[in-house]
């Protein structure tokens, strides 16, 4: 007989390991034709995990340049590696902060000094922290607010002065949040990526003239490496945040942004948001620290 406990075994049990390994990218199927980038430059921040490393694995197998950035090389070489040793071709790195206005402009200045052109600029870097917001600090707000709305404004303005000044064309998807019935736990970002989702609705007007769309993509609970740092239970429980009751992936992900990005499906498309959520907006809730008592509602 098996002396070992069920509390045991939750422990003796190896943790889930969430998202795509490279190869899973590599092989995926995929809804678009292989070149559909061709001849393209991409950049991506926050590009070296998760939702960027996917995007790059996508536009590297659609033909595209692909340039990912982010904070640490580490993890942008091991997205470089891996898509040269799967797919083939050099991908581009570049180690900085989109906090710093200065290096964005560096970074994109060498892009187009190295490609001659920048046709897509994916925001998908940023990142928080779950608390209540009564207990934020000055700095931690300040943390998030700068990365997600700060950052993501430097890349854009930086991008477009450069097509501006070129008399290039430019395109433009961001990364931001399902925001319309609020983010408890999470109000830093949720400020955040609501700004950026209406500076994206404002300048996709204004920017218009320059020939330069700007979309957004909202995730819902996606299963990419980052439910690793979760206890299973508590990653597990982010399916019931959506009526389907399941986990969207980095592809989901990916393939929006490409079908807003590209020539022909997304050519007449600038200024919408699009959600990707699984109908999380219609339904559901999330509580990233735990769901306070007062909220737990056991019948309806």
Known sequence: MDSTTKAQRAVLEPPKEWGFTDDELAAHPIAYRPDLFKGQVVLISGGGSGLGRGMAYLFARLGAQVVVCGRRIEKLQSTADGIK?????????????????????????????TYGRLDLVVN????????????????????????????????????????????QAGNIVNIVAVVARGMP???????????????????????????????????????????????????EAFRQSNPMLTLGDAYDIANAVAYLASP??????????????????????????????YFKVHSR
């Not at 040793?85 to 000094?113: L, P, S």
């Not at 931690?140 to 097509?163: E, K, P």
């Not at 500076?199 to 020939?211: D, F, I, Q």
């Not at 997304?266 to 008592?293: M, N, S």
Request: some cysteine.
């Open 85 to 113: 040793q799967r797919i083939g071709g050099e991908v581009g790195t570049h180690a900085m902060t989109i906090r710093d206005a200065a290096a964005v402009d560096t970074m994109m200045a060498e892009i187009f000094d």
């Open 124 to 167: 998908n870097g940023g990142g928080q922290f779950p608390q209540a917001a009564i207990d934020y600090t000055v700095k931690g707000w300040n943390a998030v607010i700068d990365t997600n709305l700060n950052g993501t404004w430097y890349m854009m303005q930086s991008a477009a002065r450069q097509w501006q000044a070129r008399g």
């Open 185 to 235: 736990q999470v109000a830093h970002t949720c400020a955040a990526r609501a700004g950026v989702i209406y500076l994206s609705k404002s300048l996709s007007t204004e920017w218009a003239p320059l020939k330069i769309r700007v979309n957004c993509v909202a995730p819902g609970s996606i299963a990419t490496e980052g439910l690793n740092v979760y206890p299973r239970a508590a990653a």
């Open 264 to 293: 022909e499906t997304g050519k007449f498309i600038t200024g919408e948001l699009l959600c990707v959520d699984g109908g999380r907006q219609q339904w559901g809730e999330d509580w990233p620290a735990g769901i306070p008592d």
